[in-house]
């Protein structure tokens, strides 16, 4: 373990970025009005805000962590996650954003509600609350107090992170959504610099990226791995993690409520490919650094230590300061993002269906009460987490059993206009069904071995057919009903027409083909 030294301008640095979040919740606290301001910052968000808001939330504390934990402990292919992140960004501003904005809907079950029925809204929306809470939010907390421990050792866990929890409550439950996407901003680029900074340290102690690259395993550096790797084998990475990565950017309520939030559908797309953007610079300031620790600490105790160790061995006086407040930062953005969104949907999707004639200032008081709730809840499970591998194993192995039946409806849903709302449930019944049986079978009994990356392919190919046959035999739902809820080859050409006028920086589908283009690069170069 390194030795842990934060000299008075680290903690000056520390504590005035604390002092900010406060200040910044308190000073937004007066500007919402009602719910619309709340939850939805008045729907007025401007494409940097909202893509710099994307990358913050979920380049988490359990990011940091995790991916470079994971590159020293199975190899870079965790990176796979990132770029194919740009690719589903790219999709998810194409085709579905445009749908998502048009029906002006506070929550993605609102969304699934409208295409198919209740039934599908309070399943999704209680799924939604189960993953932000107990796996996002509960992850943020256990990686952040990993750090904090090492600061003062002989403080417990579970008061480290109630501890946290407070702070990154504060502010969210007081500033709503506006405070969580300006913090996220400010988060951002503190994570960018701060990443930056320590790999550029440790490659300097390290000798250069020539001796990591000659003493390293070159299966630790490749991105395409063999079918039976343990991190992600090639065949997960074009089936398993495509599907992941949609349930995560296009239809995760915490990540596209920052959308829900533009002022027009061009800054929700601006803002969802700058995103895309951010999302390639990963490899090298936040995966790489894992590769190095490789030959700087061999013996470490656990994968998630890597990070940590890395700031507090090589960073001096001032830089240390300036990089935890980066890592504070990552928890933050992400308790902040679940908490917010898990408010939203109880608000939204429950007390706003079951008491209707309730004025927009008490469903947004509701919504703060809400958001305490689930801060406790998840204070509480946070200890779990220590049974997994890494917190990023952790992560996406809860994905993979629960999210593939949702990927189906919104995939069938928006393209396929026969899918009825009988069908979609009968889905989500089966998919729920087959996956906690194979995930009490797999993760907790040990009967058999199955990499989740295959799972989620599996889950979703059977709610796919379920969806489908069960939609055959019944009758097809009303075409003017679901018709703003579909994608339609006519309107796409439409637009295609309109933007012939548009300078070419400001096409969306050229900037679209560019970060396809720059994304493919990346993955030929560590193939």
């Given at each position: ?250 239809t995760n309520q915490a990540i596209v409520q920052r959308a829900l939030a533009a002022k027009s559908v061009d800054h929700g797309r601006w803002g969802a490919l700058f995103a895309g953007v951010l999302k390639l610079p990963p490899l090298f300031i936040m995966v790489l650094p894992g590769s190095i620790a490789i030959l700087l600490y061999p013996d470490l105790e656990r994968a998630d230590l890597v990070y940590p ?219």
């Amino acid at each position: 373990m390194p030795d842990i030294n934060l000299g008075t301008i680290d903690l000056a640095i520390i504590g005035a970025y604390f002092v900010f979040l406060i200040g910044l919740g308190l000073a937004l606290s007066t500007r919402n009005k009602g719910a619309d301001d709340y939850f939805l910052a008045g729907r007025h968000m401007t494409w940097p805000f909202i893509g710099l808001s994307l990358f913050a939330s979920n380049v988490s504390s359990t990011t940091l962590v995790g991916l470079s934990g994971d590159a020293y402990a199975t190899g870079i292919s965790v990176y796979n996650y990132e770029w194919m992140a740009a690719v589903i960004l790219v999709i998810f501003a194409i085709f579905f954003l445009p749908i998502i904005l048009r029906r002006q809907v506070f929550t993605m079950p609102e969304f699934l509600a409208g295409r198919f029925d209740n039934r599908i809204r309070t399943y999704f929306s209680l799924l939604t609350l189960f993953l932000g809470i107990v796996v996002e939010t509960a992850g943020s907390l256990f990686a952040g107090a990993l750090l904090v421990q090492l600061i003062v050792p002989d403080m417990p866990l579970w008061q480290i992170m109630t501890a946290l929890a407070v702070v990154a409550g504060f502010y969210t439950l007081t500033g709503g959504l506006s405070a969580v996407m300006l913090t996220d901003a400010v988060q951002a680029i503190l994570l960018l610099v701060g990443s930056l900074v320590i790999t550029v340290v440790a490659l300097d102690k390290v000798g250069g990226v020539g001796v990591v690259m000659a003493e390293v395993s070159p299966e630790k550096l490749s991105l395409i791995r063999p079918i039976g790797d343990e991190g992600v084998p090639w065949l997960g990475l074009i089936t398993g993690v495509p599907l992941l990565g949609f349930y995560y950017w296009a239809t995760n309520q915490a990540i596209v409520q920052r959308a829900l939030a533009a002022k027009s559908v061009d800054h929700g797309r601006w803002g969802a490919l700058f995103a895309g953007v951010l999302k390639l610079p990963p490899l090298f300031i936040m995966v790489l650094p894992g590769s190095i620790a490789i030959l700087l600490y061999p013996d470490l105790e656990r994968a998630d230590l890597v990070y940590p160790t890395l700031m507090f061995d090589l960073l001096p006086v001032g830089l240390l300061g300036l990089t935890v407040a980066g890592f504070i930062a990552a928890i933050m953005s992400q308790i902040d993002s679940a908490l917010n969104s898990a408010s939203t949907l109880v608000t939204m999707d429950f007390v706003r269906r079951w008491k209707p004639g309730l004025e927009s200032r008490t469903l947004m008081n509701i919504g703060r009460l809400v958001m305490a709730g689930f801060l406790i809840f998840a204070v509480v499970w946070t200890p779990f987490i220590a049974n997994f591998r890494s917190i990023f194993s952790y992560i996406q192995t809860m994905f993979s059993y629960a999210v593939p039946p949702v990927v189906a409806l919104f995939l069938v849903g928006v393209f396929w206009r026969r899918a009825n709302a009988d069908g979609a449930f009968a889905g989500v019944l089966v998919g729920l069904a087959v996956g906690a049986a194979a995930f009490v079978a797999i993760e907790i009994l040990g009967l058999f071995s199955l990499h989740f990356l295959y799972m989620a392919p599996i889950l979703f190919l059977l709610c796919v057919a379920t969806i489908t046959v069960v939609s055959l035999r019944g009758g097809p739902p009303d075409p003017d009903r679901i018709a703003d809820y579909m994608w339609s080859v006519r309107a796409f050409a439409a637009e295609g027409r309109a933007l012939r006028g548009v300078p070419f920086w400001r096409n969306y589908r050229v900037q679209a083909i560019a970060l396809l283009a720059a994304t493919g690069l990346i993955v030929f170069m560590f193939r």
